[in-house]
């Protein structure tokens, strides 16, 4: 008997492992098709990914060049880069959620390839470009000592993770619910307009006063903002960094996810 349950353990696993390996395979290639759909292979091809949101990033810095200092020695522009290119990764995610489904349809002919693995490529693609971004302009900054390195980069990676985690448990969500609505798919745009501001990008809580910092306290983001800002600068505190909180969203929206693209799924007819 023991022998027997052993070898089904192991055979388990295996399979397990094996059926992993395959998956990963698979957002691999979704992967490299997004690439090569998105950006192509001529000019500067790829280096796109990366490039366009420097830019973006960038300009918003330059801005801020010369402003008076955030508290005692949080450096302007260095506020800026934490809170724009990490913010483009929300709205990367959340805006190209919409239409995943419509422009990949035919993928789902091959068994192995599923909505979650569509969006989970796109989400990694967004992710990494935002993390380079971010590493170059911050490292750019650092050198010419407008900066410091990150004070406590364990909290930083936190903050990161939950930033990717959140947006794309969210981008289930919208994915589903815009595939059969089309007025929800217009308002995608518009609202991710509306949110940049209101996130926690551009500010601390502390500057906020009372009701309005209670009320923006129990938005995801502005938390994820301020766990994120106390792991890059020294100065900055974590009076309203509450982690459990923000998992706890995540897990919520991810299982919500979850359930809607299976739903969806089910009404997707192949021809």
């Not at 508290?71 to 239409?99: C, H, K, N, Q, W």
């Not at 750019?140 to 993770?161: C, K, N, Q, S």
Request: proline fraction near 4%.
């Amino acid at each position: 008997m023991t022998m027997i349950s052993d070898t089904s353990g192991t055979t388990g696993d295996r399979g397990f492992w094996r059926g992993m390996q395959i998956q990963g395979s698979v957002i691999g290639a979704l992967l490299m098709r997004e690439l090569h759909t998105r950006y192509g292979r001529e000019n500067i091809g790829y280096l796109w990914i990366f490039l366009e949101p420097m830019t973006l990033a960038a300009a918003v810095a330059l801005l801020h060049v010369g402003g008076g200092s955030h508290g005692a020695t949080i450096d302007p522009v260095a506020f800026a880069i934490l809170g724009y290119t990490i913010f483009l990764m929300f709205r990367g995610m959340i805006s190209r959620a919409e239409g995943t489904l419509e422009s990949n349809m035919p993928l789902l002919y091959h068994r192995r390839v599923t909505i979650f693995d569509m969006m989970f490529a796109r989400a990694l693609l967004e992710g990494a470009s935002t993390i380079v971004t971010y590493v170059v302009l911050m490292g750019f900054i650092t050198i010419i000592g407008m900066t410091h390195v990150p004070d406590r980069p364990l909290e930083l990676l936190i903050g990161i993770f939950l930033m990717f985690w959140f947006s794309f448990a969210l981008s289930l969500i919208i994915c589903a619910w815009t595939h059969d609505n089309r007025l929800v798919a217009r308002l995608v745009h518009p609202i991710t307009y509306i949110l940049m501001p209101l996130s926690g990008a551009f500010y601390q809580l502390i500057w906020i006063p009372d009701p309005y910092k209670t009320w923006l306290s129990y938005f995801p983001l502005t938390v994820i903002y301020e766990l994120l800002r106390y792991g890059q600068f020294h100065a900055a505190k974590d009076t309203y960094v509450d982690i459990p909180y923000v998992v706890g969203w995540c897990l919520l929206l991810t299982y919500g996810g979850l359930v809607f693209i299976r739903a969806t799924r089910r009404r997707v007819h192949l021809h």
